[in-house]
């Protein structure tokens, strides 16, 4: 299968690998997938608790090209953002943006499956409800 | 100076040696009878080379040349050898036995027969790829008419004991059918050797052309008959009807002919290509070889590669083709059902790597290839939770994963 240009540039030159401190407040981590699936994502947020705004965000992901490239586009689009626009990231603009066939769109579904996780752990740990997710 | 992209994808297809297309070609545009026009000598010419061609084929897997049917491929053999022995014996039995880890051919050959009054025993194999004969003699019944076994696994290379598979088939009357794609001109696969009834196998898996194979038919003890599946004039011995391919047979023919003369050289030579790869790569941390180590062929290797996904992987290794066991891009989301029947673990069957080597891989081609698995891997698993998880003692199967 052809990968698209953005998907093979987020394969090799992943923005934000890494891991954060989960033992923080002020971290929230999704972690999504299955190992047999053949998908896991983990997803982390860190909050600026005065402003709401996600000061940093790192991923490690296990899976194909495609959701390598789901999660660190995701990372990207974190940053600067407040938690609020950050439930706004709807899969589909990562499917258009990456350019991903009709097969991988569940590697977008995961990731914006592990923002709302991550978003839910960084709110449960601050006595917060969590949002629905669908 | 490497070109790349490195093909190590030989158990899919090779390459037609250039010897053998040399000696394809006259037969497209001089020599382009029909080998069944007996009145002329473009007829005769044709037919001159088909007998030769046939020769060649029958030698390497020491039989009669009026025991090789041909066929458009080791698809159309396995159909016609199962589906052709079902109803050819249908007075005597309608039960087969073959193996889970059969290729498609013939196991899809096998269910359509299922559908028409057939039995079908699919025998699980151990761990390491291998029939248990104690089972396959268990499963003997008095109506089973035919146990198809294939020689060699096309995913894992393993080789099966095809002597005591046929010295079992034998002592309880049925016939013994073995896909022998892989292993024809790779290893020695003599049908009187190894008791062999009916083999399938094709010129597209050993430097010959697609769209070009045979089927193995014995003649005595016992003479075996199957019933045409297609119909029409009467060629091979009224078994497969059709024009023949003549330079489809001549370039099968002569890759035979290459492979009887130069199989043990190239044996010798790519096991050790072959072990020098995966010694390498079995260096890495947590990667496991597929199959029984012993009894496989020379120039292929299977390593699941644990905390990586397989089709990451291949995007890792961009420059080198090769297999993998994830099904990641297929409709379903399960990988190979081979591996599966090995008892791995979903996981490690997504994230392997089959190396097929062939006549024309060289040492520099290996060493690039390990090199960059070696990276990719690496790679990955740096950005692998599941590896960051492993390496702190956490035990993935102690965390409740939600399935998607």
């Not at chain 1, 093979?8 to 033992?23: F, W």
């Not at chain 2, 696969?189 to 697609?210: C, Q, R, W």
Request: charged content about 25%; hydrophobic content about 40%; some cysteine.
């Amino acid at each position: 299968m052809a990968y698209s240009e953005k998907v093979i540039d987020h394969y090799s030159n992943p923005r934000n690998i890494g891991t954060l401190d989960k033992s923080k407040n002020n971290v929230g981590t999704g972690l999504v997938g299955a190992p047999e699936c053949g998908d896991v994502m983990r997803l982390q947020i860190e909050v600026d608790d005065l402003t709401g705004t996600i000061t940093d965000a790192k991923f490690k992901t296990f899976g194909c090209g495609s959701a390598i490239a789901s999660s660190s586009l995701a990372t990207e689009w974190l940053k600067g953002k407040s938690i609020d626009d950050a439930l706004k990231i709807d899969n589909m603009d990562i499917v258009e943006e990456l350019a991903l066939p009709p097969v991988k769109i569940h590697c977008s579904v995961l990731a914006e499956d592990a923002i709302k996780a991550a978003i839910n752990d960084y709110r449960s740990k601050n006595n917060l409800l969590p949002i629905e997710v669908q | 100076m490497l070109k790349l992209p490195i093909y190590l994808d030989n158990n899919a297809t090779t390459p037609v040696d250039p010897r053998v297309l040399q000696e394809m070609l006259p037969y497209f545009t001089d020599v382009f009878g029909n080998a069944a026009s007996r009145n002329h000598p473009f007829g005769w010419k044709a037919e001159e080379a088909v007998d030769y061609a046939r020769e060649q084929v029958a030698k390497l897997i020491g039989a009669g040349e009026k025991e090789i049917i041909f066929t458009s491929g080791a698809t159309e053999s396995n159909n016609l050898a199962i589906k052709g022995v079902y109803e050819m014996y249908a007075e005597k039995g309608n039960h087969i036995i073959t193996l889970t880890t059969e290729h498609k051919a013939v196991l899809d050959t096998c269910k359509h027969l299922e559908k028409t009054g057939a039995e079908v025993t699919y025998l699980e194999v151990q761990s390491d790829g291998m029939v248990n004969l104690a089972q396959l003699e268990a499963a003997m019944r008095p109506t089973t008419i035919l146990v198809s076994v294939m020689f060699a696994n096309n995913e894992i290379g393993v080789i099966q004991p095809m002597k005591e598979i046929a010295a079992i088939v034998h002592k309880h009357g049925a016939l013994f059918h073995s896909d022998a794609t892989q292993a024809v001109g790779k290893v020695n696969t003599d049908v009187n050797e190894f008791g062999i009834d009916l083999m399938s196998l094709t010129a597209h898996k050993m430097y010959g052309p697609k769209g070009i194979g045979a089927l193995y038919v014995r003649r005595k003890n016992p003479r075996v008959k199957v019933t045409a599946q297609i119909d029409g004039g009467g060629h091979e011995r009224g078994m497969r009807s059709g024009t023949l391919n003549v330079p489809g047979i001549v370039g099968f023919g002569k890759a035979c002919e290459l492979a009887r003369l130069e199989m043990d050289q190239d044996a010798a030579r790519l096991s050790v290509l072959r072990n020098r790869l995966e010694n390498s790569l079995l260096e890495l941390e947590e990667s496991y070889l597929n199959g029984n180590k012993e009894h496989r062929l020379p120039h292929c290797t299977n390593i699941s590669f644990k905390y990586v996904e397989g089709e990451g992987l291949m995007m890792g290794v961009k420059d080198i083709a090769v297999s993998s066991g994830s099904a990641c891009t297929s409709a379903s989301l399960e990988p190979s059902y081979v591996l599966k029947a090995l008892g791995l673990d979903d996981d490690l069957a997504h994230s392997s790597l089959r190396f097929g080597l062939s006549r024309f891989t060289t040492e520099q081609e290996i060493d690039f290839a390990i090199n960059q698995t070696k990276e990719a891997v690496t790679k990955l698993r740096d950005m692998s939770p599941l590896w960051e998880m492993f390496k702190e003692g956490i035990d993935l199967k102690s965390i409740e994963w939600a399935e998607h």
